[in-house]
């Protein structure tokens, strides 16, 4: 991508999550996230178009408030952190309309990379008190966790499945530049 008038910016992790759902046996959702990710962010807030985005979230992170559960997604059932200990987003293309953005990227989890779409709203930048420029971004996508490789289930006597197929993504992020 063009690095003409790009800058580097910080991820604030303090400031910023990524979250998933999906479904438990068919009746509700059971929510996640990632507590150790990081960003390389390259961008300029007058041509986000341009962007140049790329995230490493550690996969071992995971973290669904349920210690046993939490274990088995690290497993091979799931995540295999062992053997792919990073699950990545690097972007291809950003499409801005108004405040809106669509984010265009390869994710790649067990080592299977799949394109996908992360639609939100971009806000700012502004100027914290601080003296630095700020820029958040809220965005959502929703995938096939089999496109991945994350296979495993177990069929309900009642019919269904333990774990649906569909997952949904949620990213709440905010970056700084001097």
Do not use: C
């Amino acid at each position: 991508m063009e690095e003409q008038n790009l800058k580097n910016w910080t991820l604030d992790k303090a400031h910023s999550s990524i979250e998933f759902s999906v479904r438990h046996m068919m009746i509700s959702s059971v929510k996640g996230g990632f507590k150790d990710f990081d960003a390389e962010i390259k961008l300029d807030p007058e041509n986000l178009e341009k962007a140049d985005v790329k995230f490493t979230i550690n996969a071992a992170s995971v973290d669904t408030n349920q210690s046993d559960r939490d274990a088995h997604l690290k497993s091979p059932d799931f995540f295999d952190v062992a053997k792919f200990p990073f699950i990545t987003f690097t972007t291809k293309s950003v499409v801005k309309n108004g405040d809106n953005l669509t984010v265009k990227g390869d994710l790649t989890i067990k080592g299977v990379s799949r394109e996908i779409a992360v639609k939100g709203e971009i806000q700012g930048p502004i100027k914290d008190p601080y003296g630095k420029q700020r820029i958040g971004f809220d965005g959502e996508s929703t995938v096939n966790r089999k496109e991945f490789g994350l296979n495993w289930n177990m069929i309900l006597e009642g019919g269904g499945v333990l774990v649906g197929d569909t997952v949904k993504l949620s990213i709440h992020l905010e970056a700084f530049t001097d």
